[in-house]
């Protein structure tokens, strides 16, 4: 009786851990990762205002800040990769569809690479 009350009592498979819980994300967070995918898009927007019209290029603090929106989305994102934006789109999945939504744009292509690299590092769970 005494090992029933220890180990609990049913079919479940003692030798798997309890699934993980998505990680919520504060709302703090979900600000945070607007404002990150703001300066992303911002930075593209100029890059390619920036073929027609030199003078539109991002300036080097410009640059900075968007590539440092990049680091700060995917340190995010490796954090609580399953941390829900919406109903049914973790982190995880944001991250993509940025990079996704890069594809085939005039933006600079070291923005991509950075968040290509930044998801290839988010173990899948």
């Known amino acids: 009786m005494l090992s029933a009350a220890l180990f609990g009592c049913g079919g479940g498979d003692s030798d798997s851990p ?3 819980s998505p990680s919520p994300l504060t709302d703090t967070e979900r ?5 990150y995918e703001g300066r ?3 930075h593209c927007v ?3 205002r ?3 019209d030199p003078n539109a290029a991002p300036s080097p603090g410009q640059q900075r800040r ?3 929106a990049a680091d700060a989305l995917g340190a ?3 954090r609580k990769p399953t941390g829900e934006i919406d109903v049914g789109q973790d982190l995880r999945l944001f991250l993509s569809d940025v990079i996704e939504n890069l594809e085939g744009s005039n933006c600079d292509p070291r923005m991509r690479a950075r968040l290509d690299q930044a998801l290839r ?4 769970e």
Not at 121 to 124: G, L, Q, S, T, Y
């Open 46 to 48: 100029r890059v390619a």
């Open 50 to 52: 920036s073929l027609a």
């Open 66 to 68: 968007a590539f440092e």
């Open 121 to 124: 590092a988010i173990p899948v």
């Open 76 to 78: 995010l994102a490796a």
């Open 18 to 20: 309890p699934a993980a």
């Open 31 to 35: 600000r945070l990762v607007a404002t």
């Open 40 to 42: 992303i898009q911002e």
